[in-house]
T-cell receptor, first 110, second 117 residues
Framework: DAKTTQPPSMDCAEGRAANLPCNHS???????VYWYRQIHSQGPQYIIH???NNETNEMASLIITEDRKSSTLILPHATLRDTAVYYC???????????FGTGTRLQVFP | DAGVTQSPTHLIKTRGQHVTLRCSPI?????VSWYQQVLGQGPQFIFQ???????GRGNFPDRFSARQFPNYSSELNVNALLLGDSALYLC????????????????FGPGTRLLVL
């Protein structure tokens, strides 16, 4: 299973863009990259996922490098409510299992 | 629309007891997965059920079992509870099994927090 590497923590000023990096250098061609976040021990909240192309939805943008070995989740205008642990996950194509790492703890400050 | 619901929200048990946790998926979702999250760690996959059949199992002892009902709700059972079973138990549902399917995703419930004394 492809592993992901994320920085343990990051800070971001409110109103600024938060850019959360993820390394997944062993990703296979048919494996998707998923991002979830978890706020204060609630259930993980789905944010976005992608395969090769960049993706955008109402919550965030996902930028995947051309070689697919890394990706960046972008929260365009971070708010205090975005303070959470963000998980980058690579899902094997033939399974439902999501393999969570320890994630990045994002602290948004006023 | 209601999301994934789980019951109970909190539970306290003693070592050696048995516990049953319940999950109702999002309406129309036929796949349910269970995860265990110990404090300070990311969730770990326990089971996945799709169309009432077990489709995946994580590295958990046989004390853990689950089943899915005709209405696609699910139960997670843990026997002979240990102190180390104290955790947040999460249920996630998806429209169908993600295996072999591009672009599907799982949606998580709020979890059941189990404390074993």
């Amino acid at each position: 299973d492809a592993k992901t590497t994320q920085p343990p923590s990051m800070d971001c000023a409110e109103g600024r863009a938060a850019n959360l990096p993820c390394n997944h250098s062993t990703i296979s061609g048919n494996e998707y990259v998923y991002w979830y976040r978890q706020i204060h021990s609630q259930g993980p909240q789905y944010i976005i996922h992608g395969l090769k192309n960049n993706e955008t939805n109402e919550m965030a943008s996902l930028i995947i490098t051309e070689d697919r070995k890394s990706s960046t989740l972008i929260l365009p205008h971070a708010t205090l409510r975005d303070t959470a642990v963000y998980y980058c996950i690579v899902r094997p194509y033939n399974t439902d299992k999501l393999i969570f790492g320890t994630g990045t703890r994002l602290q948004v400050f006023p | 629309d209601a999301g994934v619901t789980q019951s109970p929200t909190h539970l306290i048990k003693t070592r050696g007891q048995h516990v049953t946790l319940r999950c109702s998926p999002i309406s129309g979702h036929k796949s349910v997965s269970w995860y265990q999250q110990v404090l300070g760690q990311g969730p770990q996959f326990i089971f996945q059920y799709y169309e009432k059949e077990e489709r995946g199992r994580g590295n958990f002892p046989d004390r853990f079992s689950a089943r899915q009902f005709p209405n696609y709700s699910s139960e997670l059972n843990v026997n002979a509870l240990l102190l180390g079973d104290s955790a947040l138990y999460l249920c996630a549902s998806s429209l169908r099994s993600l295996a072999g399917v591009r672009g599907e995703t799982q949606y998580f419930g709020p979890g059941t927090r189990l404390l074993v004394l």
